[in-house]
Each structure stands twice: as structure tokens, then as C-alpha cells.
């Protein structure tokens, strides 16, 4: 079985990876590529697609590569491949992104991306570790974490689903913030699991292991 993790300019992915190969050493799990190739993404087993800064910089970064975002479709929606989505990889997932404009998204889970609203005592960017409220504890990728585990977030906007039960952890910044989203074979992280040591190598394990 081997797992993809999309290079596509997105900053340094070296510490993805070395999570993902860590939690596939201890779990007898996958081998790991780091790859800008669509054919690799198209063959791959799972997908992990990373993602800092802004939303329409990671979604030009991803078109950037010659047939990626076709593959991508090709492997997540039309095979059903187990997809995670990383901090702006998992923003992508929305139908459109409201930063520095409007920009479409993958549209593969309804929803927004916008500015969080600050709050009194909470500065923005949210950085830093937080707190996490379990909404869908029946999901594979969330076996074995429970409310209150930590997480290490760095981010300005935030996914706004259309429908709530898209939202499997949440997380309070003065006010509920999506920490995962997931339908189907897809899922993704507001934070970085690869930074949030137990919470973050327990979650990678479990996808590593889901077989939506």
C-alpha cells in the first residue's frame, strides 16, 4: 500500500512526511512517497494533499502541475481513494475560499472558507495549541481521541460547512471553529497533525489504516 503526499510548493513537507513514515513504521502501515507526479497520485492508495498559506496560492499551486488535478479527481472522487487534506489542503475541499477574493475550491465538501471573526482576547492568526470537542466520535480516522485532546493549529481562515454533519471536531476560538471535516472517503485537518504530537500521530495512524 503506499501513500501520497502531494509536493506541490506548499512550503516544507519533510515534517509531513516524516510523521506519515513514523506512523506507518509503528503500525506496520504503508510506504510513504512525497511526489509532484499525477501518474504516482493516480496509482496511490491513499492521498494526502498538504497545504500553508494562502488559499489561492495552494489551489494555483496544485493547477501548476500538469494533470494533478485531474488525477486527484480521477483517484478521490472517481475511485473513492481515502483522501486527508492538510490545514489549506483541507480549505481546498470547499466549494469556494474568501480569501484575497473569491476563489473556487475543489467543491467536494459544500462549504465555505472564511476569515475568522476575532474575539475578545482570541488574536488572529490562531496559533498555537487548542483544545479539541469530538462532534462525530464513531468516525474511523477519530478512533481513540477523545474531547479535549490537543492540537496544534496556525491559521486566519476557517471552513464553514453547509452541512453540519460534515464537521467531525470542532474546536473553540471564541466561538466553534471546524477542526475536521469529512464525507465519505475524504477528511480533513484545520491543524497540523504532523506538530500535535500523540492527538496528531494517532489520527495519521488511523487513516492509514481506513478503509472508507
Known amino acids: 500500500?503506499?501513500?501520497?503526499i502531494i509536493d506541490y510548493g506548499s512550503g516544507n513537507l519533510r515534517s509531513a512526511a516524516k510523521a506519515f513514515e513514523r506512523a506507518a513504521r509503528e503500525n506496520g502501515g504503508d510506504t510513504i512517497v512525497v511526489t509532484a507526479s499525477p501518474d504516482a497520485v493516480r496509482k496511490a492508495d491513499r492521498i494526502v494533499l498538504p497545504g500553508v498559506g494562502a488559499f489561492a496560492d495552494c489551489r494555483a499551486g496544485v493547477l501548476a502541475l500538469d494533470g494533478m488535478a485531474e488525477a486527484l479527481e480521477s483517484a478521490v472522487i472517481d475511485a473513492g481513494r481515502p483522501f486527508m487534506g492538510i490545514c489549506v489542503g483541507m480549505q481546498l475541499l470547499a466549494t469556494q475560499g474568501l480569501e484575497h477574493g473569491t476563489h473556487d475550491g475543489f467543491g467536494w465538501v459544500p462549504g465555505t472558507v472564511e476569515?475568522?471573526?476575532p474575539a475578545p482576547g482570541r488574536p488572529v492568526p490562531h496559533m498555537g495549541w487548542n483544545d479539541l470537542t469530538i462532534r462525530q466520535p464513531d468516525?474511523?480516522?477519530?478512533?481513540?481521541?477523545e474531547t479535549g485532546a490537543h492540537a496544534y493549529f496556525v491559521h486566519s481562515y476557517a471552513f464553514h460547512a453547509a452541512d453540519p454533519t460534515h464537521v467531525l471536531v470542532e474546536t473553540d476560538y471564541g466561538r466553534p471553529v471546524a477542526a475536521v471535516i469529512g464525507r465519505d472517503n475524504l477528511v480533513g485537518t484545520q491543524f497540523h497533525p504532523e506538530k500535535s504530537q500523540e492527538t496528531g500521530l494517532r489520527l495519521i495512524a488511523n487513516f492509514l489504516s481506513w478503509t472508507p
Open 115 to 117: 476569515a475568522l471573526t
Open 1 to 4: 500500500m503506499t501513500t501520497a
Open 139 to 145: 468516525h474511523p480516522v477519530l478512533a481513540g481521541l
